[in-house]
T-cell receptor, first 115, second 113 residues
Framework: DAGVIQSPRHEVTEMGQEVTLRCKPI?????LFWYRQTMMRGLELLIY????????DSGMPEDRFSAKMPNASFSTLKIQPSEPRDSAVYFC?????????????FGPGTRLTVT | KQEVTQIPAALSVPEGENLVLNCSFT??????LQWFRQDPGKGLTSLLL?????REQTSGRLNASLDKSSGRSTLYIAASQPGDSATYLC????????????FGTGTRLQVTL
């Protein structure tokens, strides 16, 4: 199993530009999570999906952020327009939510720098 | 609101020492607790998961314990090695069907030669 796959691994963009982060969860997993990690706030859950449906997006910081999961094997997190304070590492994680443990598996992350 | 605290924030030990990392949480109504390892610039790797009904879990040199009533978990690392150097995070999942993990702030461990 290839694990959770994220792309790109690094993204540098200028303020005001649109940024799209991509995630492929582990095959067979039915829940997907987007997290953001910064030195100041640690790991924060932005949004999570169950069976491709957004369940809780209360962590999405503002309307500039949007996430989609068009099918069970792909999700995107979009920031439009991007701002320097969006600079962080964005992680995607997946789990099988009908199992007993609900163990989450993380991708390698996308390091976003907005200048 | 669940709060998860990890003490100490950083720890440096010589190779070969046994060590304990601490995790405390304010709401004891948890479904399970998961310990992760994060290497610099990398993602999180799941180390151990303890269900609320369990007292401990072991994997190799790692042993995690859970005392739900007191809101505490410990991660014991035996015979530490330089390769154990990383940040260790604990995360709790609330009871019921909610899927949101609440993460601790992490303990940065350095094992020196």
């Amino acid at each position: 199993d290839a694990g959770v796959i994220q792309s790109p691994r690094h993204e540098v963009t200028e303020m005001g530009q649109e940024v799209t982060l991509r995630c492929k969860p582990i095959s067979g997993h039915n829940s997907l999570f987007w997290y953001r990690q910064t030195m100041m706030r640690g790991l924060e859950l932005l949004i999570y999906f169950n069976n491709n449906v957004p369940i809780d997006d209360s962590g999405m910081p503002e309307d500039r952020f949007s996430a989609k999961m068009p099918n069970a094997s792909f999700s995107t997190l979009k920031i439009q327009p991007s701002e320097p304070r969006d600079s962080a590492v964005y992680f995607c994680a997946s789990s099988f939510e009908q199992g007993a443990t609900y163990e989450q598996y993380f991708g390698p992350g996308t390091r976003l720098t907005v200048t | 609101k669940q709060e998860v605290t990890q003490i100490p924030a950083a720890l440096s030990v010589p190779e070969g020492e046994n060590l304990v990392l601490n995790c405390s949480f304010t709401d004891s109504a948890i479904y399970n607790l998961q310990w992760f390892r994060q290497d610099p610039g990398k993602g999180l790797t799941s180390l151990l998961l303890i269900q609320s009904s369990q007292r401990e879990q072991t994997s190799g040199r790692l042993n995690a314990s859970l005392d739900k009533s007191s809101g505490r978990s410990t991660l014991y690392i035996a015979a530490s090695q330089p390769g154990d150097s990383a940040t260790y995070l604990c995360a709790v999942r609330p009871g019921g069907t909610a899927s949101k993990l609440t993460f601790g702030t992490g303990t940065r461990l350095q094992v020196t030669l």
